[in-house]
């Protein structure tokens, strides 16, 4: 009789076990279901398809970005700020190593920086850039190679820029060269060495584009 009811009951046990099945998978089917409907109804947001993510309206997250650079020129590789003749016979007349106007550079501290200042509506796309090139340097080709940090020249271009689909970019920038130190006023010397120019390029103002590729800059 024993052996009788511990059958019974096992026999029941595995009915009611055979039976939570299906109940149990239709409750994972529903929760699957509705974690889909709940992802279709509410997708996530789409990035931006071009330009800064959107922020607090005014000097959002990372809206200040750029860099520093500070560049050695080995000897006899100076840059040439064109201030000075290159005319042998000027330099030579000038007093060669002793001659005053020396506007070769040994080094270059130079940088960019640029600024989003709205971080919503349709002016995040703008910003503002600043390039500036400071020369340091008192070298005469041929003659004479030091290392000193004598000021030459301040070189800088400011703009404006907006940002365009397609890593596109339209700026407009205003380059200028201001002479720092002794280079302020004209350097003497004989007729012809101080040539009086208005420094790398002069002062000017472009209209242009920029394009971003290969992921570099605003590349995604």
């Known amino acids: 009789m024993k052996n009788r009811m511990r059958e019974i009951v096992l026999l029941l046990s595995m009915l009611l076990a055979l039976a939570c099945i299906p109940g149990r998978a239709q409750d994972a089917t529903g929760i699957v279901t ?14 931006a398809p071009y330009g800064s993510p959107e922020g607090r309206m005014f000097f959002p997250h990372n809206s ?17 700020l064109g201030r000075c003749s ?30 989003h200042p709205f971080g919503k509506t349709l002016l995040r796309h703008a910003f503002v850039f600043f390039t500036p090139t400071f020369s340091f340097g008192n070298n005469v080709p041929q003659f004479k190679y030091t290392y000193s940090m004598a000021a ?9 820029g907006i940002e365009l689909p397609k890593n596109f970019e339209f700026r407009v920038t205003q380059h200028q060269v201001d002479w720092l130190g002794r280079y302020k006023s004209n350097v003497g010397g004989p007729a012809g060495l101080d040539l009086g120019t208005h420094g790398p390029y002069g002062l000017y103002t472009t209209i242009g584009a920029r394009w971003y590729f290969g992921g570099y800059g605003r590349s995604q």
């Open 64 to 80: 200040v970005r750029g860099y520093t650079d500070f560049s050695f020129a080995p000897p006899h590789n100076e840059p040439d």
């Open 86 to 115: 290159p005319s042998h016979a000027v330099i030579v007349s000038a007093g060669g190593a002793t001659s005053p106007c020396n506007a070769y550079a040994r080094y270059l501290w130079s940088g960019y920086l640029e600024v």
């Open 152 to 160: 030459i020249a301040y070189e800088r271009s400011v703009g404006l």
């Open 34 to 47: 509705l974690a889909t409907d709940s992802a279709v109804a509410n997708p996530a947001p789409r990035p």
